[in-house]
């Protein structure tokens, strides 16, 4: 396989730490605030069909088993209590296989190293991979200029080069900066602003995600009449976010900003008609 970009990063970062009560608070606020945006969230979150882990995951008990030194046994460690397995996204769901034979041989079927093209773990079918429950992300990344990459010289970054295969890791804004420049640097020279852009870009979008769930909450708590106008703007805010959120794996960094921007300002016109001396909505 020639050698691509991807190869030449260094070992994945150790997962990172996330806000994740800020997401979990996002999503009730959300949930609470009106659903106008239910549809684009359910569509973001991960479609995860059928089949959850119940039942002979061969998988998992093998390789749990494999010598500590052992470089398969080290995967299994990596992917040991990260995001996906405490969902119950078992191995196969990314690399095939059957999970209810007991004998590596059979248990293998259909599973394939990922220097094989034909894997699904191969660098170039990962988006399709992980796309299948992650629906939204995929349809944005292949709008990309980083997937047109990928296809046509394999110097793009995959879902995976950000995330890490096993230890699904989410970036948070200074570890993108840092991660973004294994790339964009001046020795490659690959647009090497980007990376703070990136930064800055991911740093906006979640201050706009904490100040439009104030914004919720503050509609929520503001009397008749001015109630309904607050909720009216609070809307457009959420579905601004939404699509701010969204536009992030199109990485056109522009775009993400521009909704943020929006969300913004329709947070602090939501708080308008609740101003003392204000003359009420707008
Ligand atoms: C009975 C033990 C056993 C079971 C069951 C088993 N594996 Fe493995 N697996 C191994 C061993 C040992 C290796 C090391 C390479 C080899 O001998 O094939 C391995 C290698 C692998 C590799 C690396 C492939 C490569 O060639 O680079 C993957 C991926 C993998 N297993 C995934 C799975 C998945 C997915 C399942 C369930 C569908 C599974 N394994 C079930 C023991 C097992
Ligand atoms: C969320 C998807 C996902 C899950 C779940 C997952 N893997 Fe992987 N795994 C990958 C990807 C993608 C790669 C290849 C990319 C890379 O080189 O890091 C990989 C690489 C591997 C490798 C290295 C061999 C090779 O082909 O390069 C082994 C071994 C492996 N996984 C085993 C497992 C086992 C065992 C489980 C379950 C305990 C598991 N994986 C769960 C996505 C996953
Ligand atoms: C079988 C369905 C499935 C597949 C395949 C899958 N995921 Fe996931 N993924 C999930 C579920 C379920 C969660 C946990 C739910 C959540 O927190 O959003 C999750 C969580 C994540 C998260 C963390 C999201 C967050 O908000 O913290 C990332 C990042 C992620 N997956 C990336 C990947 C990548 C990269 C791949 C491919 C290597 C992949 N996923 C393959 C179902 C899947
Ligand atoms: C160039 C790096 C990069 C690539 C490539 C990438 N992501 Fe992400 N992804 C990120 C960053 C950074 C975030 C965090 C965004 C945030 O905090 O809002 C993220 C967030 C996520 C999340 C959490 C939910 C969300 O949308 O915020 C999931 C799930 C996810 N990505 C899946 C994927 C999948 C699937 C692919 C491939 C189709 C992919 N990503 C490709 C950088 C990347
Ligand atoms: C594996 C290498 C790699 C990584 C990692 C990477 N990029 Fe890129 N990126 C590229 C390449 C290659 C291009 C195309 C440059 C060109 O066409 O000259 C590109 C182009 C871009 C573009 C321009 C897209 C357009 O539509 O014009 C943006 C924006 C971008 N990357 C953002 C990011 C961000 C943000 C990160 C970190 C989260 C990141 N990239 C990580 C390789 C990478």
Known sequence: MAHTLVNLLPE???????PRTLRARWRRALAAAGLLVLAMLVSSAPALAAEPAV????????????????????????FAGSVHDRAGVRCNACHGGDPAAAVADKAHKGVLPASDARSRVHFKAIPETCGGCHTAQKRAFLTSHHYQKLETTGKGPNCVTCHGSMATRVLAPDQVREFCITCHNPRLGVLPEKPYEAATTLTLLRQTA?????????????????????????????TEMAMARGAWHTFNLEQVRSHADAATQSAIASRKPQLPGSPGGR
């Open 12 to 18: 994945p970062l150790p997962p990172a730490g996330r």
């Open 55 to 78: 039942g002979m995951d061969s998988c998992t008990t093998c390789h749990n088993q494999l010598p500590a030194n052992s470089k398969m046994a080290g995967r299994h460690a990596d």
């Open 210 to 238: 904490v100040l439009v769930k104030w914004a919720e909450e503050f509609a929520a708590a503001t009397p008749e009449p001015q109630r309904a106008a607050a909720h009216a703007e609070v809307e457009r805010a959420v």
